[in-house]
């Protein structure tokens, strides 16, 4: 089967109805997927990606009918995933020696999937082009870790189509191809469930990527992903939305997630977002359990925040272990700009509220007061959790709360509430930053850090260098990424 995208361009992927998850079980899919690959027939015949491994015979025996496959001149790999390249091997074995043009990181991750070193490799860098007739070219645009360190994106010229592989796709399945023909509020959901899930640990690079990319000028007129629609109408508007997801998005909502034993743990929940809700009914307030919600839906609310509590029973003095799968993959997701708060119930001791607020602390959030209740909250406690969420409200509100709103209540807290110690990440922070040589950085890629102290003498940085004097063409020895994916280490 294919499907026009424009010219000479046809869509010849594979779509995928079924599929539940990505990243092995790590990333629920609502709507499934499609794996995007495009045949160009200008005077030279490029094949642009391929599909899932799982759909590599489909895949071949699908082009075989549509060309002559010894007259696919090149095949462009932009990532080696397997969701991308899987095909390649079936594929290659029917026409062998035909080139494959992708980045340097590319040709390891890809004979580290298919273990063939002798196929045509054709390393290709940002600039790069491939001359494929009747005028047109295919230039290169290398883009790592968007979503690998291999990955690329391929610009058709005249057409001005942007083949943009990973970015600005979503997991979605839809028997039409272009962005104007499906659902939007299921298309933009996905749209914010994949920068969430997949991309907030990139956020920096995204904007730096796309500044670069906007640098060229290039008019775009199509952007054609490798998940899910291409962008016909309005190519820009996903462009626009990554920029905006990519500067430490939050909207006016609060994210309550938690586990429980006895439901103990949930009652406080649910009184905390009462509390804040009365105080401050502009915000949106949205409370997950952990065992039974679906944990993508809840990253994406986290996501979507501008603070969270997280809260847990204590079990054997130590957090319930589903919140300690979340906290870690919050941490990893490296969220910037977001307020957290720690509480839970608990029996003879409360180690677990103790450790979720350390976990969100080294998570780089902006912590307030946590809050722990002795056995089941009676009504006190629960007033008293009420209140809680009332004070989270006054504090994190983005801009004066009206004048209706519920006044703090005096003396509310009974004995069986204690209130954590507040942690002040930046009190921390401001204090470390004063020491030493100057502020260490940190590349938020692959966790490098420059320390003044050391410089970096590969690159001709001395021993007592500060970061601001270190010159702008700086590579991270780590991952060769810009000055720009830099923030402050704290650690
Ligand atoms: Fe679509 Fe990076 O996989």
Redesign the pocket.
């Known amino acids: 089967m294919n499907i026009p995208v424009k010219n000479n361009i046809s869509w010849v992927g594979k779509r995928d109805w079924e599929v539940e998850h990505?990243h092995g079980k790590e990333y629920k899919m609502q709507r499934g997927t499609s794996?995007n690959s495009y045949l160009i027939r200008e005077e030279k015949t490029v094949l642009i990606d391929t599909v899932d491994l799982r759909f590599r015979s489909d895949f071949v025996r699908n082009l075989a009918e549509e060309i002559d496959l010894k007259k696919i001149d090149a095949i462009v790999i932009n990532?080696a995933?397997e969701?991308?390249a899987g095909a390649l091997a079936e594929l290659l074995a029917l026409i062998p020696g035909t080139p494959i043009y992708c980045t340097a990181n590319g040709v390891d991750s890809i004979n580290g999937h298919h273990h063939h070193p002798e196929w045509n490799f054709n390393v290709v860098k940002t600039g790069d082009s491939l001359d494929i007739g009747n005028g047109k070219k295919l230039i290169f645009i290398e883009t790592p870790m968007l979503?690998?360190p291999d990955?690329m994106m391929t610009y058709m010229t005249e057409d001005a189509v942007l083949f943009s592989?990973?970015a600005f796709?979503q997991h979605y399945c839809d028997e039409h191809l272009f962005n104007d023909e499906v659902d939007q509020n299921e298309l933009f959901d996905q749209c914010q469930r994949y920068f969430s899930n997949?991309l907030t640990p990139f956020a920096r690079l995204v904007t730096a990527k796309i500044t670069e990319i906007l640098g060229f000028g290039l008019p775009v007129s199509m952007i054609a992903t490798?998940?899910g629609v291409v962008w016909r109408d309005n190519p820009v508007q996903i462009v626009e939305l990554y920029l905006k997801w990519a500067a430490d998005y939050q909207e006016d909502r609060i994210t309550l997630f938690y586990d429980a034993m006895s439901s103990n743990t949930r009652m406080m929940a649910d009184a905390i977002a009462e509390g804040i809700r009365e105080t401050d009914p502009r915000v949106a307030v949205k409370v997950y359990n952990v065992s039974t919600h679906d944990k993508n839906e809840i990253i994406t609310s986290c996501f979507r925040s501008k603070g969270i509590l997280v809260g847990s029973s204590t079990m054997n003095n130590v957090m319930m272990p589903k919140i300690a799968g979340m906290l870690e993959e919050i941490t990893g997701l490296k969220f910037r700009n977001k307020r957290a708060s720690a509480f839970g119930s608990y029996g003879w001791t409360g180690g677990a509220v103790d450790r979720v607020a350390t976990r969100l602390q080294d998570a780089g959030f902006d912590m307030t007061i946590a809050l722990k209740a002795k056995w089941r909250p009676d009504l006190s406690a629960l007033e008293a959790c009420r209140e809680h969420g009332r004070k989270i409200a006054r504090e994190w509100a983005l801009s004066p709360l009206p004048d209706s709103t519920p006044k703090p209540a005096d003396g509310i807290l009974p004995a069986a509430i204690v209130a954590a110690a507040a942690v002040n990440r930046d009190g921390v922070a401001m204090a470390e930053a004063g020491e030493g040589t100057g502020q260490k950085m940190i590349c938020t890629v692959c966790q490098w850090v420059y320390d003044p102290a050391d410089g970096e003498p590969n690159q001709g940085v001395e021993p007592g260098t500060a970061w601001e004097d270190v010159p702008d063409d700086f590579l991270c020895p780590g991952c060769a990424l810009g000055k720009s994916v830099f923030d402050p280490f704290e650690g």
């Open positions: 990505f794996y990532h995933e969701d991308h979503h690998w990955s592989n990973d796709g997949i490798s998940h």
